[in-house]
T-cell receptor, first 120, second 111 residues
Framework: GAVVSQHPSRVICKSGTSVKIECRSLDFQATTMFWYRQFPKQSLMLMATSNEGSKATYEQGVEKDKFLINHASLTLSTLTVTSAHPEDSSFYIC????????????????FGEGSWLTVV | QQQVKQSPQSLIVQKGGISIINCAYENTAFDYFPWYQQFPGKGPALLIAIRPDVSEKKEGRFTISFNKSAKQFSLHIMDSQPGDSATYFCAARTGANNLFFGTGTRLTVIP
């Protein structure tokens, strides 16, 4: 089946530095990818929707200058957490839409394995 | 505003029993209802999904029951196993738009 790969799975960075997380669709071309943040024992919170070749659409309350999203190709989207602070420590998850026909009028969405970010 | 309401928050089931998780929604434009399974420290994995013109879909031990008039859908896990212990999320979507997730149900299957 379709696979979405995230890298790195775990990263520790110092406060004030930037860290980049990659999301790749391995066997399909994803025109749309989504980035989520998840706190322990909570549901997924959508941060932004990333469309290939255009600017990402950020959800209300998400700082676009802090969480930089780039979707330069149909198989890769990146999330860069700039000037990271301890409160940015979280589990970040991406998902990608498989454009092949799926259930409903839309397409199937597959999730990456997630990336644990710890800012010290 | 929570677009998709999920219950219970946590569930404990004996091995071999049936696990039932319920979700409700308000937006009648939703046309895709997936369930995701998430193990600790991992991303959600698509389990099973249904569209509103079908009342039930079964895949192995997992069944979605869908009640369009009541705007409710549920996940049934038959013959629950300890390996099913995970957090389950229901979700809903219109067309090719973003998924709206429920708050999650932490399932524990005890041997």
């Amino acid at each position: 089946g379709a696979v979405v790969s995230q890298h790195p799975s775990r990263v520790i960075c110092k406060s004030g530095t930037s860290v980049k997380i990659e999301c790749r669709s391995l066997d399909f071309q994803a025109t749309t990818m989504f980035w989520y943040r998840q706190f322990p024992k909570q549901s997924l919170m959508l941060m932004a929707t990333s469309n290939e070749g255009s600017k990402a659409t950020y959800e209300q309350g998400v700082e676009k200058d802090k969480f930089l999203i780039n979707h330069a190709s149909l198989t890769l989207s990146t999330l860069t957490v700039t000037s990271a602070h301890p409160e940015d420590s979280s589990f970040y998850i991406c998902s990608a839409r498989d454009p092949s026909p799926g259930v409903g009028s839309g397409n199937t969405i597959y999730f990456g394995e997630g990336s644990w970010l710890t800012v010290v | 505003q929570q677009q998709v309401k999920q219950s219970p928050q946590s569930l404990i089931v004996q091995k071999g029993g049936i696990s039932i998780i319920n979700c409700a929604y308000e937006n009648t434009a939703f046309d895709y209802f997936p369930w995701y399974q998430q193990f600790p420290g991992k991303g959600p994995a698509l389990l099973i999904a249904i569209r509103p013109d079908v009342s039930e879909k079964k895949e192995g031990r997992f069944t979605i029951s869908f009640n369009k008039s009541a705007k409710q859908f549920s996940l049934h896990i038959m013959d629950s196993q300890p390996g099913d212990s995970a957090t389950y999320f229901c979700a809903a979507r219109t067309g090719a738009n973003n998924l709206f997730f429920g708050t999650g149900t932490r399932l524990t299957v005890i041997p």
